[in-house]
């Protein structure tokens, strides 16, 4: 069974500053998509990541896949505080057919002025 | 429609009542899925659709669970004699495709007192 782990939990950062958080994956998968939750909110899709090697830019967010070492990452450049929010990225087992979500545990994003 | 539509917002159950909860998947997607949500950020699967057939259902505790999802009817999430540990927040998605992105809706806050 597919297990998703992410860290940090929680990343205090300052405006301007990088960083990156990382989400580890226990069994092979071939999918891998990145979510964000505002508090009481809903998941926002922010990135799918199909195969190995694949990365993605979206402002000041950009996420990438390697497969083979079951690792994806988020890397945040030059924090804004529009961008706190709790982060969640998520796996789906290699099927070709619907298949559900195994989530992390969430990094929660504070963006400080 | 444009966006998962789920309803009501928020639902409050005594311990012991019936609870159910709707979802519209986006038009033209034929894929349904049901997460929940509890307090530590931790999501749960527990069923999935292809149009109105159960595809998986490995997450669903069978005692007091059971879904629907019915040609041009919402889907439906029901819960029997609720117990306090159902106190969750209850999301419903929508795909196009078997790996495709899945588009979350606003969610139902479901409380048992």
């Known amino acids: 069974e597919l297990k998703v782990e992410q860290n940090p939990l929680f990343l205090s950062m300052q405006e301007g500053k990088n960083y990156t958080i990382y989400c580890n994956y226990s069994?092979?998968?071939?999918?891998l998509y990145w979510y964000r939750q505002d508090p009481g909110k809903s998941l926002e899709s922010l990135f799918v990541?199909?195969?190995?090697?694949a990365v993605k830019q979206e402002g000041r967010l950009m996420a990438s896949l390697d497969t083979k070492a079951r690792l994806s990452t988020l890397h945040i450049t030059a924090a804004v505080h529009d961008l706190s929010a709790t982060y969640f990225c998520?796996?789906?087992?290699?099927?070709?057919?619907?298949?559900?979500?195994?989530f992390g545990t969430g990094t929660r994003l504070q963006v400080t002025l | 429609g444009e966006e998962v539509a789920q309803t009501p917002k928020h639902l409050v159950r005594g311990e012991g009542q019936k609870a159910k909860l709707y979802c519209a998947p986006i038009?033209?997607?034929?894929?349904v899925f049901w997460y929940q949500q509890v307090l530590k950020n931790e999501f749960k699967f527990l069923i999935s659709?292809?149009?109105?057939?159960?595809?998986?259902e490995t997450g669903m505790p069978k005692e007091r669970f059971s879904a629907k999802c019915l040609p041009n009817s919402p889907c439906s999430l029901e819960i029997q004699a609720t117990k306090l540990e159902d106190s969750a927040v209850y999301f419903c998605?929508?795909?196009?495709?078997?790996?495709?992105?899945?588009?979350f809706g606003d969610g139902t806050r479901l409380s048992i007192l």
């Open positions: 038009k033209g997607h034929s894929y």
């Open positions: 990541l199909l195969s190995n090697g």
């Open positions: 998520a796996g789906g087992p290699n099927t070709g057919t619907a298949s559900k979500l195994t």
């Open positions: 998605a929508s795909s196009q495709s078997p790996q495709g992105p899945q588009h």
């Open positions: 659709f292809q149009n109105e057939n159960v595809f998986d």
């Open positions: 069994t092979t998968s071939d999918r």
